[in-house]
């Protein structure tokens, strides 16, 4: 892998983290008076960036961070959970047993080295345990840590446990959540329809966090950071910004290409760069979208091209389709979360797949 300053393919380190400065600041604010925080935007807008940098940054707290984008059951979300707690500390393999053991009941914690980087951590053995004992093992080990620090508890991808059905997880959290002392929790995601369902009135997250959308990074504090490895100029980064519409993983991945290519910055050669982009993304994209109806093919199109007004009568005479049609098109297309819903506006999330969208007839 080239080395290159703009990380749009893994989650930037503090040396490549730039601009959300306020946004560092909000969320100091935030766990100082130990309130919960809702953070969500777009796709790949650096949510996981921001708390991940966030938390690397809070030596008076103890962090934990889970990603609960995988989870298939409510054990893998228990289990989640537990990993966070055992890798909360890094440091000697002993000491961290043997604390780890202090805290949980029945969870067993043992040392394993990971075979792509060779480190060592620790893990918990959950095989025999039920899920009750899991949560409670949780609960009752951040209890008691909480009283040595306090603590931040950081739960990516969190609308996830809105596809866990046969328990309700969120009722389960509320319980905790209420009565905890000293502990921030930060939901992140950015499935809109389905995280604010979950924080909804009457829902039991209902008023728990406090909610903060994330926005796209600056263009003065991304033309502030891309000038210092490119000869670029802010006209340039304007440009950029508006082809990515302020994706921050689009802006960056159209940097790098620009930077590894020690190419001259001008809109003919940011063009291409993005052209780049879609063409070596054509094939996945285009597989993707042969899975649709062609109904939902439609649907994909129209919103692709109209920010508003889907349904209106325009709209459907020029495209040939019933309102009807349209509309169970639409809701296929949100079930499999290829679009996305803001009041009554739809779009599609993922910056590369919309400008690919718009390049079809
Ligand atoms: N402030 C920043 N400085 C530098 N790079 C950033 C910043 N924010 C995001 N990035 C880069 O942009 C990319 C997308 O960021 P990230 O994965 O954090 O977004 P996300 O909102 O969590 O996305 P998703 O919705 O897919 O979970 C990453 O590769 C990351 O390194
Ligand atoms: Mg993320």
Known sequence: MIDTPFKYDSIADREHFFGRTE?????????????????????????????????????????????????????????????ALSNYEKGDLKSIVKKLTSLL????????????TLEYSVKPVVATLRFEEMMEDFFGAIEKLS?????????????????????????????????????????????????????SYKAPLYDLAVHFEL??????????????????????IDYIY???????????????????????????TIDEAVQEILHAKDATLRMLFDTLSNNQKIALKIVGKHKSGIFSTEVLNAFRIK??????AIDALMKKELIDKEGSDYFIPDRAFELWVKSLD
Do not use: W
């Open 105 to 116: 009941k029945r969870v067993r914690i043992e040392p394993t080295i990971d075979p792509n």
């Open 23 to 83: 946004e560092l600041e909000h969320l100091g604010n935030i766990v100082k008076h130990a309130n919960n925080l809702l953070l969500y935007s777009k796709r790949r807008m650096g949510k996981t960036t921001l708390v991940e940098n966030f938390l690397d940054r809070q030596k008076e707290y103890i962090c934990l961070y889970a990603d609960i984008f995988d989870i298939a059951s409510k054990e893998d979300f228990a289990q989640e959970l537990l990993k």
């Open 215 to 236: 926005k796209p990074l600056k263009p003065t504090a991304i033309y502030d950071y891309a000038r210092r490895y490119l000869d670029i100029t802010k006209e340039d």
């Open 147 to 199: 009283k040595e620090k306090p603590m931040i508890i950081a739960i990516d991808e969190f609308q996830q446990i809105a596809t866990i059905k046969d328990v309700k997880l969120d009722a389960m959290l509320r319980k905790h959540i209420q009565h905890r002392k000293r502990i921030s929790y930060l939901f992140l995601g950015s499935k809109r329809h389905l995280l604010t369902s979950l924080f």
């Open 242 to 268: 508006e082809i990515g519409d302020g994706e921050t993983k689009m802006i960056l991945h159209t940097l790098h290409l620009l930077y590894i290519q020690n190419k001259h910055v001008t809109k003919e």
């Open 323 to 328: 309102k009807q049609t349209l509309k169970s």
